[in-house]
């Protein structure tokens, strides 16, 4: 365990140990994911019910190919988070690497859309299981449907 890591270990209403693992986790993560995770784990021991806390946690388990770790913690922010779209977005890219659920996988793909019909990664997600359907068609309209959707909103900004 590292150092810094052994005095991080205060509950608080602000969270500020968790708050200083996570920007620590976030610093390293791309070159030390394992120390990353360590940080990030302390960061749901300190605050277990901040949404971005269990997204980082779980996405940094996937990095570490701990896809049923990971899953369990997507669960557990969905249970907690329902309209999340990102916790719902990952959560059915892990069905679909766990289980080979394509049809759950897509469920949840759905819903995060309709929470955020501008979250781009569970357009790109529910594409990549139609393709794992051999749906190739239907995998263009969503990307297609997307694209234009996403045209229409930057073109109403100007």
Known sequence: MPDA???LNRKSF?????WTCY?????????????AEVYYKRCIELAPYHIDF???????LVTLNKQNEAKDVFAK???????????????????LLTEGDAEKAIAFYD?????DPDYEKAFINKAGALVYQNKINDAKAVL??????????LNQKR
């Open 77 to 95: 922010a969905v249970s907690l988070y329902p309209k999340n779209a990102q916790s719902l977005s990952n959560l059915g890219y892990l069905t």
């Open 54 to 60: 269990l997204n980082k946690y779980g996405n940094i």
């Open 144 to 153: 297609f449907f997307f694209c234009c959707t996403t045209k229409m909103l």
């Open 5 to 7: 890591i052994k005095t």
């Open 111 to 115: 819903r995060a859309i309709a929470l």
């Open 23 to 35: 920007r620590i986790a976030q610093m390293i993560e791309v070159n030390q994911p394992g120390r």
């Open 14 to 18: 602000e969270n500020t140990d968790a």
